[in-house]
Every structure is written in structure tokens, then in C-alpha cells.
């Protein structure tokens, strides 16, 4: 089916910058929207920004003018670009796309397995 690698977390000082990579693999037909979601510590997930097949973009208000979200459709991959980070942000990260492994297959959300960011103050 369809397995999604994430990269590029790490710990940085507040204002630094981090980007992050994920890619999809496997028996893929057709992919979607993909995007990035986070969980804090204590709290839920929630969306940062997600990106669809002809780059329209959304973004959660609390990253808007600091993250850049980008997809590269012949490589299968979702990036987020994350500038002037703040200690708010550290979070797990999970990238996800919506996709199928068939043509005869419905669409279906795949996740990655998170990757850690933590921002230093």
C-alpha cells in the first residue's frame, strides 16, 4: 500500500528554522491532498497546513506567515518549511496524504510516524 517517511525534526533555538520531508512510497496510484498535523504535549492534534494536487494551500492561523507548506508530485513528497519558530511549535510532527494503491481502491488516509521538533526558548 502506501508508506509515508518524515525527516528534517530536530531541536532548535526560538526564531531558528527547521524544514521538513515526507515522502510517499509503495504501490501508489494516485495521491491527493497531503499535509503536516501536530500534538503538543497535553495536547490534540491539530492541522498545520495541507496542500492539494494543484498547490492550493491552508494553513492553522497560529503558523500562518511563518510555515511554507510545498509538494513535489513527481517525487511524491510534502515539504514544510518552518521559520521563526517559537517555543509553542514543539510538537510532534505527522505528515499524512490521501491516496490509493489501486485504481479500483477508494481514496484512503495514510500517516507517517511522526517526527519529533522541540524549540528551545
Known amino acids: 500500500q502506501v508508506q509515508l517517511v518524515e525527516s528534517g525534526g530536530g531541536l532548535v533555538q526560538a526564531g531558528g528554522s527547521l524544514r521538513l520531508s515526507c515522502a510517499a512510497s509503495?504501490?501508489?496510484?494516485?495521491?491527493?491532498?497531503m499535509g503536516w498535523y501536530r500534538q503538543g504535549p497535553g495536547k490534540q492534534r491539530e492541522l498545520v497546513a495541507s496542500?492539494?494536487?494543484?498547490?492550493?494551500?491552508n494553513y492553522a492561523d497560529s503558523v500562518k506567515g511563518r510555515f511554507t507548506i510545498s509538494r513535489d508530485n513527481a517525487k511524491n513528497t510534502v515539504y514544510l518549511q518552518m521559520n521563526s519558530l517559537k517555543p509553542e511549535d514543539t510538537a510532534v510532527y505527522y505528515c499524512?496524504?490521501?491516496?490509493?494503491?489501486?485504481?479500483?481502491?477508494?481514496?484512503?488516509?495514510?500517516w507517517g510516524q511522526g517526527t519529533q521538533v522541540t524549540v528551545s526558548s
Open positions: 509503495g504501490s501508489i496510484n494516485s495521491i491527493g491532498a
Open positions: 496542500i492539494t494536487t494543484d498547490s492550493s494551500t
Open positions: 499524512y496524504c490521501n491516496a490509493r494503491y489501486s485504481f479500483w481502491r477508494p481514496f484512503t488516509d495514510y
